[in-house]
């Protein structure tokens, strides 16, 4: 899933011709960072976590995109996305369906070309899948792994093997055919 | 609930001052000498910085009420001068200042950097704007989740009759946001223009307007001012339009402003002459050149 996420930033990264970009998931009262991409090793900027700030706090707080262009003297966006300085701009669209999820991010460097309308669009239309793939991998961790259903229910047919002794066949069948 | 029969207001004149056709609706009518005296606009969103000097005193920062999450997981209403948390609120305040100087704005602070239970805190915000009859309510934020749509339509309905005129920023792209999908709101996106009195109107809704929202210099928190690109600074430009129009014409209904909005929108204005002067020509060629001698 990692790898789809890295895609789907720099994909943002590319389109917008941005330096460098990154995708948000909310966790809890913060955010946290699960992809990056531009800059100097982009994968150092994985798992650090920002505050609810700046251009990223308004996005996830309010659902609607923005681009902003900071003047020197504003340090609303400093450390965003896990960055040590201060972006000249940042463009950020919500990620989710009905609740939002995450914040895809994108900055330019100071001297470079102001965000537009259409780098708004899209990026949040990557959002959206970024949405998508961020709500698909929490799906898939509230799954258990083959192995771990298969030590559940043999605890649960050892506890009651009267009730579970048909299930604990059937997984020694399984099993003893994997 | 009115408390007279529908049918017994037939017979009363209620013609709009100044219009006896829909050409009347023009800008000058709608809005021209006007300033935003006598207009209350109520900002929801993330705060207002009533000390920026780009507001010049127009905020009412006593006024003013935060909605945070209190322990429990109620809203809790905390009256009295806030802080922005982000900027956007100030930016949007700025951007309705900007047109309606004299209008009185107050900040309804909804969205915080606490996330959880931002949607009660947005809806116990506008709940409240309406509750207290604001001219125009901006609305620069929206909801995706549906178990709040009825809430939020309900609240907006009762603005609608109430008088108030909510307007919310939309998306360009369709997607869904509560409240700006319904009729009773005025739902703006970005248009490309550079004037701020440049709007256009939307034949295909939800998003009813379009105004400037591309590149716009906002004041923000510390005193600053940056650039800044968004629907959800449209939708204030509208608010600020709408203010002159209800500081000229304090009757009209919502329905009635919208109407106007629409009339004066840059396409239906500019469509409307190029009709116009169709129809002259239409007529002038059917009249036909002068002949010499004809009958």
């Not at chain 2, 210099?217 to 608010?239: C, F, K, L, M």
Request: with cysteine; aromatic share 6%; hydrophobic share 45%.
């Amino acid at each position: 899933m990692s790898a789809v996420l890295d895609e789907i930033v720099t994909a943002a990264v590319d389109v917008t011709a941005a330096s460098v970009g990154w995708l948000l998931r909310v966790e809890g009262d913060e955010l946290e960072v699960v992809a990056a991409a531009g800059g100097d090793n982009p994968g150092a900027r994985v798992g650090r976590r920002v505050p609810v700030s700046g251009a990223a706090g308004f996005v996830v707080t309010s659902g609607q995109p923005a681009a902003i262009e900071s003047p020197p003297g504003d340090e609303s966006n400093v450390g965003a996305g896990g960055l040590d300085g201060n972006p000249a701009g940042v463009l950020a669209a919500p990620c989710g369906d009905e609740d939002v999820v995450g914040v895809l991010e994108v900055a330019r460097p100071a001297g470079s070309s102001p965000f537009t309308i259409d780098d708004i669009e899209e990026v949040a239309l990557l959002a959206r899948v970024a949405g998508a793939a961020l709500e698909a991998a929490d799906a898939m961790a509230a799954v258990p792994s083959p192995a771990q259903l298969g030590r559940e229910l043999e605890e649960l047919a050892a506890a009651r093997p009267a009730r579970y002794a048909a299930i604990a066949r059937m997984l020694d069948a399984v099993l003893g055919q994997g | 609930m009115a408390d007279r029969p529908a049918w017994t207001r037939e017979g009363e004149a209620l013609a709009v001052a100044g219009v006896d056709r829909i050409s009347d609706l023009t800008p000058e009518w709608a809005w021209g000498g006007a300033d935003g005296s006598g207009v209350r606009v109520a900002v929801i969103d993330s705060g207002v910085d009533a000390d920026h000097p780009a507001l010049e005193g127009c905020v009412d920062a006593a006024a003013g009420v935060a909605f945070v999450m209190g322990g429990d997981g109620e809203v809790v209403a905390e009256p009295g001068r806030h802080r922005d948390a982000f900027g956007h609120g100030t930016a949007c305040a700025g951007i309705v200042h900007t047109l309606a100087p004299a209008a009185r704005i107050t900040s309804v602070k909804v969205l915080g950097e606490r996330l959880q239970g931002k949607a009660a805190a947005f809806l116990a915000g506008l709940r409240w704007a309406v509750n207290e009859g604001f001219d125009v309510i901006n609305l620069s934020l929206g909801t995706r989740r549906r178990d709040w749509a009825l809430p939020f339509h309900e609240a907006c309905d009762r603005a609608y009759f109430g008088g108030s005129l909510v307007v919310t920023a939309a998306n360009n792209v369709q997607r869904r946001s509560y409240p700006s999908l319904y009729a009773s709101v005025t739902s703006v996106a970005c248009n490309t223009a550079t004037d701020p009195m440049r709007f256009h109107w939307n034949p295909d809704p939800p998003t009813e307007f379009l105004a400037r929202g591309i590149d716009v210099e906002v004041p923000w928190v510390g005193g600053q001012t940056i650039r800044s690109t968004g629907n959800s600074y449209a939708a204030p430009h509208i608010s600020g339009i709408a203010a002159l129009i209800r500081s000229k014409h304090p009757a009209l209904r919502p329905f009635q402003v919208k109407t106007v909005l629409w009339a004066t929108a840059v396409n239906v204005r500019e469509a409307g002459e190029e009709v116009d002067i169709a129809g002259k020509l239409s007529r002038r060629m059917a009249s036909g050149p002068p002949v010499a001698g004809g009958r």
